[in-house]
């Protein structure tokens, strides 16, 4: 049976939504690995957000899953191709590591080239999505339509931000739930709160921010998700 190394993302504002939360990626690449007699060896995961997150500095668990590869001389597995990027140029930059990267929705048989093919035609498709829509915004101020805060009163603005940072609060534990088992694993054993930090940042687990680990950002999830 071969190894390979799974790698799974997330980006925090979207994860409770998208329907690619890190159990949903983790079973599907875990059904590929059985169909196709791989052994997922390890596990790299990464939660990011904002532009600029295509950059391997802010993908620690890429970084590290690349790695992996690399001296285990394994494939990257991954649910499906936007878990890797959206951006064809980057995915161009990822082969350049001589790395095999294997998408499990796309099927062992996905060779790079079919690869940058499929992420070509998804960022011509988000171009499109993008030009019709700022048409459309343009059309709407021609009619003199108001749009976006300017269409709403000092004192609406203020009720929806405050319905906001209540829903933030409350949406928080869920944010953070698919990285219980994560968490739980780092803090087993009674280990400190550094400690259980750093094993983190070493399994290149990133925080819901995209970064690092502390001490105190980890109490923090810890006392949200009822760990601590």
Do not use: C
Request: a positive charge; glycine letters at 8%; charged letters at 25%.
């Amino acid at each position: 049976m071969q190894t390979a190394i799974g790698y799974t993302r997330v980006s925090t504002s979207s994860q409770a939504t998208s329907g690619l939360g890190l159990e949903a990626q983790r079973a599907a690449i875990g059904a590929f690995a059985a169909a196709e007699r791989f052994a997922i060896e390890s596990w790299y995961t990464d939660a990011e957000t904002g532009k600029g997150s295509d950059a391997l500095e802010r993908r620690p668990g890429l970084a590290a899953a690349l790695r992996a590869a690399r001296t285990d001389h394994a494939p990257v597995v991954v649910a499906k191709l936007d878990r890797l990027s959206r951006d064809v140029h980057f995915i161009s930059g990822l082969m350049s590591h001589r790395v095999e990267f294997i998408v499990a929705s796309l099927g062992r048989q996905a060779d790079p080239f079919i690869l940058h093919l499929y992420a070509a035609l998804a960022e011509k498709e988000r171009a499109l999505i993008s030009e019709r829509t700022k048409a459309g915004l343009a059309a709407a101020k021609r009619r003199g339509q108001r749009l976006g805060s300017a269409a709403r009163s000092k004192r609406e603005r203020q009720r929806i931000a405050a319905r906001g940072s209540t829903a933030n609060a409350a949406a928080a534990p869920q944010r953070l739930e698919p990285f219980r088992a994560e968490l739980e694993h780092a803090l087993k054993d009674g280990a400190s709160l550094r400690q259980a930090a750093e094993t983190l940042n070493k399994r290149g687990v990133a925080s819901p921010r995209g970064g690092r680990w502390f001490a105190p950002s980890l109490l923090k999830a810890a006392r949200r998700l009822g760990l601590r």
